[in-house]
Every structure is written in structure tokens, then in C-alpha cells.
């Protein structure tokens, strides 16, 4: 079952762009989060996402929130796809596709490739926005306009 909004952020636990453990505890609840899950590290749209979070990341860390990045890349594809566009954000590794299953991320493109989703929650880790499209710049738009209200 798909989260909606007003639901709460689940708990997860996976690896982290540097091979670490990531709790999500360590932010769902404590501070308002960004999490957009991509279908692939170092593709055109996803770049181009990735480096449009990165541009304005200054902004969302002024609103008080942390961006969080989830695709189901290995952790050494993340720590290559960050390093060669200097992104100063979560990443983080669901290579089983736990957690897109746990939030019911959709697949794009007839179910051939995995959903870009994102979710805007709340200093309590409530839901604010889901926002799901393939124009993958427009995600931080969302994002913006959100932490705004």
C-alpha cells in the first residue's frame, strides 16, 4: 500500500553513500526531510536532478530540511555519482528496493523502469507532498513551493 499524504515517514534502515548504516530516525521526525527516490545514478534526467537538488541545496538547508536521495544503485555507484558532481546530500543504497516498496513507489515507462518520486514531510515526519512525474527538474519546484507554505 502506497503512503498518501498526512501519513507518516516509516522507519528504514540501508546503506549510505559511504557504506555506512543510515537510520532514518536520525532525521524522520526531528527535522522536515526531502526524500526523492531516482530511477538511476549517472542517467540524463537523474543528473539533471541530482545537480538541480545540489544547486539549490543551500536553499533547503535554510528552510531547515535535509534532501535524502534513494535509488537502487550500489553503494560504490553512489559514492562515483557524488563525487563526480560534487552533491552535498544523502544518498542512499536500496538495492533490494525495500524501501521504494515500503513508500509504493510506481514504476515509469510501461513498469520498465523505477519511479522518480518525491516525498516533502514535516519537522514530525508527516507527509506534506508526493509529488510523481518524470520531468525530473520540476521535483525541486515542488520542493520549494512546499517547504514555503
Same mark, same amino acid.
Given at each position: 500500500m502506497?503512503?498518501?499524504v ?9 546503506k549510505?553513500s ?5 537510520d532514518s530516525?536520525m532525521y524522520?521526525?526531528?527535522q522536515? $526531510? $526531502? ?13 539533471a536532478?541530482a545537480?538541480?537538488f ?6 533547503f ?6 534532501v535524502i536521495g534513494?535509488s %537502487?544503485?550500489t ?5 562515483d555519482?557524488?563525487n563526480?558532481?560534487?552533491l552535498p546530500?544523502?544518498?542512499? %543504497?536500496?538495492?533490494?528496493k ?5 513508500f509504493? $513507489?510506481a514504476?515509469d ?5 523505477d519511479g ?6 514535516d519537522k514530525?515526519g508527516i507527509i506534506?507532498?508526493i509529488?510523481? %512525474? %518524470?520531468?525530473?527538474e520540476?521535483?525541486?519546484?515542488k520542493?520549494?513551493?512546499i517547504l514555503?507554505?
Open positions: 502506497a503512503l498518501i498526512g501519513d507518516k515517514i516509516p522507519d528504514f534502515i540501508c549510505d559511504n557504506g555506512n548504516d543510515f530516525k524522520i521526525g526531528k522536515a $526531510v $526531502v526524500i526523492y527516490f531516482y530511477p538511476k545514478d549517472d542517467t540524463p534526467g537523474c543528473t536532478q545537480c538541480s545540489r544547486d539549490n541545496y543551500q536553499y538547508i535554510n528552510m531547515g530540511a535535509e534513494i %537502487s544503485d553503494v560504490n555507484s553512489h559514492i555519482f557524488k563526480k558532481f560534487k546530500f544523502i544518498l542512499l %543504497s536500496d538495492e533490494n525495500k524501501i521504494r516498496k515500503m509504493g $513507489v514504476k515507462f510501461f513498469g520498465l523502469v522518480r518520486t518525491t516525498y516533502v514531510a514530525n506534506q507532498l509529488f510523481d %512525474s %518524470s520531468f525530473a520540476l521535483h525541486i519546484k520542493s520549494m513551493e514555503n507554505i
